[in-house]
């Protein structure tokens, strides 16, 4: 073994626990032990996956994660590349509550719901493009499906939320929501252990669609705003 090699950061396995979680750690404890600047290549996939142990799913949804944020790219035929420096201390810098009193937190959350979403449904109706009504439209199916199967559909639900600001081509959205990904997804996990929590807002998700597709951006946010009173309404009445 060189001595250069000797030196050179290494990516270490993980245990299993919250596998994505941990790849996005290991990979900004890689960034910064490397001293990677902006422009630098990160490590292919294949060499992610050998190192750490995991499967391909997990390292994508931990680059996803840095897309989200900003601060990679992945160009295709070439590699993923560093777009700003990032550390183990500011990759992550989530916004939070105390959420002791879940109601509380709830509702809190939900007020900032109404502005990030309002909007976001909003400039989704006015740039969406083809591609992005059929990704959408693919999401709504499938929560639908889950539904009438099950009765509730979270992770159906958020991926459907997901898709209506990816339309904005704005990634300050998707930026803010996995800032509050913790806070946010507590609304899709089944609030106070009721599976028919907000199940009264499953039809108006159908009428948001159809406003992004007409491109009726006050319609949008009509719609938005009838999914988040029965939310709201909900979190209420089963927290009494």
């Known amino acids: 073994m060189k001595a250069n090699d000797r030196d050179r950061p290494v990516i270490r396995p993980l245990p299993a626990m919250d596998r994505a979680r941990q790849v996005t ?6 960034v910064e032990d490397a001293r990677l600047q902006a422009g630098d290549r990160l ?3 294949r060499e992610l996956m050998a190192a750490l142990a995991v499967g391909r799913s997990t390292i994508r949804e931990a680059i996803r994660h840095f897309q989200a944020l900003g601060v990679i790219e992945t160009r295709k035929g070439s590699g993923t590349y560093l777009l700003k420096p990032v550390s183990r201390d500011t990759v992550h810098m989530p916004l939070s509550l105390d ?4 109601r509380d937190a709830l509702l809190q959350t939900l007020e900032v719901r109404r502005g990030i979403e309002c909007e976001a449904g909003m400039v989704a109706a006015r740039r969406r493009t083809a591609r992005d009504l059929a990704i959408i ?7 639908e499906r889950v539904h009438i199967a099950k009765g509730t559909s979270g992770p159906e639900d958020l991926a459907f939320h997901l898709a ?4 904005t081509h ?3 959205f998707r930026q803010l929501l996995e800032q509050m990904r913790e806070t946010f997804e507590r609304f ?3 609030p106070f252990d009721r599976q028919d929590f907000a199940r009264r807002s499953f039809p108006f998700h159908r009428t948001l669609f159809n406003a992004i597709a007409a ?3 006050e319609a949008a946010r009509r719609e938005t705003l009838k999914i988040l009173d029965v939310v709201e309404e909900d979190i209420k009445e089963m927290s009494r």
């Open 188 to 190: 899709w996990s089944h």
């Open 43 to 45: 490590p292919a996939e």
């Open 170 to 172: 704005n990634p300050l």
């Open 99 to 102: 959420t002791t009193h879940q």
């Open 25 to 30: 750690e290991a990979l900004a404890h890689y």
């Open 164 to 167: 209506v600001y990816d339309a």
């Open 137 to 143: 439209e693919e999401k709504l199916d499938e929560m």
């Open 215 to 217: 491109q009726d951006t």
